[in-house]
């Protein structure tokens, strides 16, 4: 089984739309997990149904008992993330603040503290109507420790990919170079760049290129909206040889990626024609490399 993650330095660069067509093409061999857990949106596209819903835990949030509490203060003392107030003659703590760091708990001669588990999300096993899997999920609001999300998405991807015996996982990471994009590369064995043609495009695409150098993946890159700046996109053509990167292609500026989105669909069902071979030889190439 072999694992192709679709990452982008920044947002906006039709990372998604991309995935989706390669989703399309391909969907007889792979299960799709959508990594980007703080902006899901494959299932725009795919529309999943029948889908296996789990709870998501994930990190602590102090709580104090005010029966317990004798208002010694000591936990409000020891806390360096002011979550600690007092309320009503004895304390509280601000959940908002708390990082669930445990220490309260630990210093509170009263054992007036417990550390209660987080849903922060819930991750979901879907059908899709191109037929392959779609593994997926939801961030609570607010919620932090999206990587740990993120390697649990994975994790489903490939105990699913295993049971219905396919070839390829095509992941589509989150953007940046943060947290969840870290999570989405751990285990790949193929990378896809998506960049678009302008200054903070490629200076983004520098950015995530170093973190996927220090992982040791390889990696190609696709060139969105290529028409709109050629020198950057010249730029980008130069850097991308420099440091040998496998340069899969250009795709121009094309209207079909709104039109596409607008109506809940993926570039191939817009417009096949004109994109069917295009994403195909993609898909090709990303076999032939991996």
Not at 100 to 107: N, S
Not at 260 to 277: D, F, K, V, Y
Request: hydrophobic share 40%; charged share 25%.
């Amino acid at each position: 089984m072999k694992e192709i993650v679709i990452i982008s330095g920044k947002g906006g660069t039709g990372k998604s739309s991309i995935c989706a067509a390669l989703a399309y093409v391909a969907k007889e061999e792979l299960v799709v997990a959508d990594c980007d857990v703080d902006a899901a949106d494959l299932h725009l596209i795919l529309n999943p149904k029948n889908s296996e819903v789990q709870d998501f835990y994930s990190g602590v949030l102090a709580e104090i008992d005010p029966d317990k509490c004798i208002a010694c203060g000591l936990c409000q003392q020891i806390c360096r993330f002011a979550a600690i107030e007092p309320h009503e003659k004895t304390y509280r703590v601000i959940d908002l603040e708390c990082e669930g760091c445990g220490y309260c708990y630990y210093v509170c001669p009263q054992d007036a503290i417990t550390l209660i588990d987080q849903n922060v999300g819930k991750f979901l096993i879907s059908d899709t109507r191109y037929g392959c899997t779609l593994v997926h999920a939801h961030l609570g609001i607010g919620a932090d420790n999206s990587g740990k999300l993120v390697a649990k998405v994975k994790s489903e991807a490939k105990t699913r990919a295993k049971t219905e015996q396919k070839a390829y996982i095509l992941a589509d990471g989150s953007p940046g170079i943060g947290c969840p994009v870290i999570a989405s590369l751990a285990g790949a064995d193929y990378v896809i760049l998506v960049t678009e043609s302008s200054k903070s495009g490629l200076s983004d695409l520098k950015r995530v290129q170093e973190l996927v150098t220090k992982f040791q993946i390889p990696s190609a890159c696709i060139v969105n909206k290529a028409d709109i700046n050629p020198g950057v996109t010249s730029d980008i053509h130069k850097y991308l040889a420099k440091n040998k990167i496998h340069h899969m292609g250009d795709i121009p500026y094309a209207e079909d990626f709104h039109k596409a989105i607008a109506m809940g669909r993926c570039l191939i069902e817009e417009n096949e024609t004109r994109w069917l071979p295009i994403f195909s030889e993609y898909w090709h190439d990303i076999k032939e490399k991996i």
